[in-house]
């Protein structure tokens, strides 16, 4: 893969370290390091630090990725970045953030040394271009920077929840443009869209590496356009953004109540889409239900698809956290995959946060993994989970509500099919969004056995395939209850 700068751009959000301070790097570290602490420990600490401190976005770009070698002389740490750019972008805009954060770690000043991988620091020729712009255009043997490498569509675990908005995504992949043009993706945090939109650069990129691809987020658009505003250079800052192939902005709610910025992106919007350039926008909520968003933005934002993703289920966090482990190279074994499962529900990224705890055990005991050892590994995680677990309870009173029945309607033996429906619906939620067994599902609604429960399961899944109506109503039963998490 390739990338090209002005023209074409790809814009990466960013943190300037000289001018913006940093919360929380100046306190001294509770817990100096000893002189003897190793490079791992340095800097899996430093990082974790880190992460609390920066935007999340130029975290996850820039720093999540760079691997610690060694420490020299007790002083320097050095590290690998996964390519040429990464390296010379941390060195401009982080240097002083990560020299401070490792000295307040370690106890003791230290320095730091990155040098790009040998696998991806090659940087390429010159883009083959007409020779006027030959000198502004270079290409690079490695994705765009700011798209993780591994977030593809073969790494993405399809399920009931989230298989309309893979599929859109496929289709934008593949004919960029085309269809779903914009592409409006929202969900709570955590599930996949940010995992979507690198993939679909991915994707484009494969087909043609000269494409001229932005992801960023409404932040950076934000910052950028105030930027060009304040140093008159707007007209750059125009032709940057609408001379793209594909615009990917991450969390547009966050132009909520932004009017000037609204109006820019309004016109941005306009100007790709009557060019048949492609559009991909996600958010945390429906385009509907962002407060001070301007009418006409809400209207376009639904001109192409709008698909929504929903917490997994059981089934689909169980391959979501085999897959993870069988890519760091773990076998997990069923029993301990389906109690992770049942017990961390909200988000994927807590699942892949566990999988990486795992990995580091079995790394140290070389030993066979026992259920006892990952409930206390995991414990903290855990923990949080269950104060945001939702019960059979507040799952029944969601959906008598909606339906305008009583909530003694739940547990009843009455069948009329207006209550009866509603209570099917409430066990197939319980199903999918706690850890539940299906017997204690059975015991909440009225002590029917678990044969019900799957019965009840089955037939709202069929009546969602066959009946959009069913089907929006789970959708938005379910993204309300996901929320509320």
């Known amino acids: 893969m390739s990338f090209r700068f002005d023209p074409p751009f790809i814009k990466?959000?960013?943190f300037r370290a000289s001018k913006e301070p940093v919360n929380n790097l100046s306190q001294p570290s509770p817990f100096?390091?000893?002189?003897?602490?190793?490079?791992?420990?340095?800097?899996?600490?430093?990082?974790?630090?880190?992460?609390?401190?920066?935007?999340?976005?130029?975290?996850?770009?820039?720093?999540?990725?760079?691997?610690p070698l060694s420490i020299v002389e007790g002083k320097v740490l050095l590290l690998e970045a996964p390519s040429v750019l990464t390296e010379a972008w941390v060195n401009s805009n982080y240097g002083d953030v990560l020299r401070r954060q490792l000295t307040l770690v370690a106890g003791r000043n230290m320095d730091y040394r990155l040098t790009a991988s040998v696998d991806t620091s090659r940087e390429a020729t010159p883009a083959p271009a007409p020779v006027a712009r030959a000198a502004r255009q270079t290409a690079a043997a490695s994705p765009a920077?700011?798209?993780?490498?591994?977030?593809?569509?073969?790494?993405?675990i399809v399920g009931p929840?989230?298989?309309m908005a893979h599929g859109a995504s496929l289709a934008v992949a593949k004919e960029p443009g085309h269809y779903y043009n914009p592409l409006f993706i929202h969900g709570p945090t955590g599930l996949g869209k940010t995992h979507l939109m690198h993939a679909i650069a991915h994707?484009?990129?494969?087909?043609?590496?000269?494409?001229?691809?932005?992801?960023?987020?409404?932040?950076?658009?934000?910052n950028d356009f105030i930027q060009a505003l304040q140093t008159g250079s707007v007209a750059s800052f125009r032709r940057r953004y609408r001379e793209l192939d594909l615009l990917l902005i991450d969390d547009i709610h966050f132009l909520a109540g932004k009017e000037s910025t609204q109006?820019?992106?309004?016109?941005?919007?306009?100007?790709?889409?009557?060019?048949?350039?492609?559009?991909?926008?996600?958010?945390?909520?429906?385009?509907?239900?962002?407060?001070?968003?301007?009418?006409?933005?809400?209207?376009?934002?639904q001109w192409g698809m709008v698909a929504s993703i929903q917490a997994p289920g059981l089934e689909t966090r169980i391959a979501i956290l085999r897959k993870k482990a069988a890519a760091?190279?773990?076998?997990?074994?069923?029993?301990?995959?389906?109690?992770?499962?049942?017990?961390?529900?909200?988000?994927?990224?807590?699942?892949?946060?566990?999988?990486?705890?795992?990995?580091?055990?079995t790394g140290m005991t070389r030993k066979p993994l026992e259920l006892a050892q990952v409930e206390k590994l995991l414990h903290d995680i855990l923990v949080e989970e269950a104060s945001h677990t939702l019960t059979a309870e507040v799952i029944?009173?969601?959906?008598?509500?909606?339906?305008?029945?009583?909530?003694s309607d739940m547990t009843s033996k009455r069948r009329m099919q207006n209550i009866a429906f509603p209570r099917q619906i409430a066990m197939y939620l319980a199903t999918q969004l706690t850890g539940m067994s299906l017997v204690s599902i059975g015991q909440a609604f009225g002590g029917r056995d678990h044969g019900t429960v799957i019965h009840a399961r089955k037939t709202v899944v069929n009546q969602m395939e066959v009946d959009a109506n069913v089907r929006r109503t789970v959708e938005y039963l379910r993204a309300q209850l996901s929320m509320n998490r």
């Open 396 to 407: 029944q009173r969601k959906v008598a509500e909606h339906y305008r029945i009583q909530m």
């Open 328 to 361: 760091r190279g773990l076998d997990l074994q069923p029993e301990i995959a389906e109690f992770i499962a049942s017990r961390i529900a909200r988000n994927v990224r807590n699942l892949e946060g566990a999988v990486t705890r795992i990995v580091g055990l």
């Open 12 to 14: 990466i959000p960013h």
């Open 161 to 163: 929840e989230n298989e």
């Open 145 to 156: 920077p700011a798209i993780k490498a591994n977030n593809t569509f073969d790494n993405f």
């Open 263 to 301: 109006d820019e992106f309004f016109h941005t919007f306009n100007e790709l889409h009557n060019n048949h350039k492609q559009v991909v926008l996600t958010s945390d909520r429906p385009a509907s239900e962002i407060a001070k968003l301007q009418e006409r933005l809400v209207s376009r934002f």
């Open 203 to 222: 994707s484009v990129y494969a087909v043609n590496p000269q494409a001229r691809i932005a992801y960023i987020s409404s932040e950076t658009f934000t």
């Open 32 to 67: 100096p390091m000893s002189p003897s602490v190793s490079h791992l420990s340095l800097w899996e600490t430093a990082k974790s630090e880190l992460r609390n401190t920066l935007p999340r976005a130029d975290f996850e770009t820039w720093i999540s990725s760079l691997q």
